[in-house]
């Protein structure tokens, strides 16, 4: 299904002290990856075996982008069937995901200390702690903020003044992916 869309990015920079104190809520977020079906099947989805304040504070700095795409008043007023919304999503949204997320990945390679914050994990299989007894590929595995216990609702309206509009039957006008980038200055 063809759908006309624009696209908006915008990155905002903290340091990692700030952006742990500002947004970590894990009791709240952990409420929410534990209705998602991933929970507890994917080494990067929640539980997670990592000290998560460790984790971030290792690092000084945090880029966080948000990718915002507007749909036409027809395109997001219009009744869809589950298959049609899942294929406007698929032809929009998780491209336009990609994008920025192949971006950050390589921009992460440009930095002796860094990591991108793009998960959840699909490099293997998607209940991949049902099959191994540990990540089979440590290396690329990358985590989502949500499995960091990171609040993305207060992330995009107090950095960026979005509101979060849930996907619920129908296309939002707009919607929001949040990527992240975790480094220290010392460039390759």
């Not at 990155?11 to 990692?16: G, I, P, Q, V």
């Not at 534990?34 to 971030?56: A, G, M, V, W």
């Not at 990591?115 to 293997?124: D, K, L, R, V």
């Given at each position: 299904m063809d ?66 795409l507007f749909?036409?008043?027809?395109d997001y ?112």
């Amino acid at each position: 299904m063809d759908i006309d869309y624009e696209v908006k990015r915008m990155t905002k920079t903290l340091e990692t002290s700030e952006f742990y104190e500002r947004f970590s809520n894990f009791d709240l977020v952990q409420g929410y990856c534990k209705q998602c079906p991933r929970y507890d099947t994917n080494y990067s989805c929640s539980p997670l075996d990592i000290n998560i304040r460790e984790y971030i504070l290792d690092y000084d700095f945090i880029d966080i982008t948000v990718t915002q795409l507007f749909f036409k008043i027809e395109d997001y007023e219009k009744d869809y069937t589950k298959e049609e919304l899942n294929e406007v999503l698929n032809s929009s949204y998780y491209q336009e995901r990609k994008k920025t997320v192949d971006e950050i990945v390589e921009r992460e390679k440009t930095f002796n200390h860094a990591e991108s914050i793009t998960g959840p994990c699909n490099h293997c299989v998607a209940d991949c702690k049902n099959k191994y007894d540990e990540c089979i590929h440590p290396e690329i595995r990358r985590f989502s903020l949500a499995s960091l216990g990171m609040d993305s609702k207060k992330i995009l309206k107090d950095l960026f003044d979005i509101e979060l509009l849930p996907i619920e039957g129908q296309l939002p006008k707009y919607l929001n992916n949040l990527s992240s980038l975790l480094y220290s200055l010392d460039e390759k």
